[in-house]
Nanobody, 123 residues
Framework: QVQLVESGGGLVQAGGSLRLSCAAS????????MGWFRQAPGKERETVAV????????YYADSVKGRFTISRDNAKNTVNLQMNSLKPEDTAVYYC????????????????WGQGTQVTVSS
């Protein structure tokens, strides 16, 4: 089992940057595929980016490709999401999630979730 705590959300102007961090408990962090997901009001939860157990493989939603970067540090039990060139449509609650094994791109396949952190981008 793993517990996840996100941080780094906030209010930023369009074009700005934020860095989200997710701290995971447990000693087997490197066994988990990790992902960042987001949910805007009235919309379904969507995948932002996922990263494999080793960090060697990543996936990005088309809407964030080239602007966001997912990374992980297995020694520190953290996964990060660097968000640049933010747009108002990036406004959402961002969630970190973990799945033992592979890192699929479907939110429903992740078992462990953080509480979420709000990101608001003003125009």
């Amino acid at each position: 089992q793993v517990q996840l705590v996100e941080s780094g959300g906030g209010l930023v102007q369009a074009g700005g940057s934020l860095r989200l961090s997710c701290a995971a408990s447990g000693r087997t962090f490197s066994s988990y595929g990790m992902g960042w997901f987001r949910q805007a009001p009235g919309k379904e939860r969507e995948t932002v980016a996922v990263i494999s157990r080793s960090g060697g493989s990543t996936y990005y939603a088309d809407s964030v490709k080239g602007r966001f970067t997912i990374s992980r540090d297995n020694a520190k039990n953290t996964v990060n999401l660097q968000m640049n060139s933010l747009k108002p449509e990036d406004t959402a609650v961002y969630y970190c999630a973990a799945r033992l094994g592979l890192a699929p791109t479907t939110p429903a396949e992740y078992r462990y979730w953080g509480q979420g952190t709000q990101v608001t981008v003003s125009s």
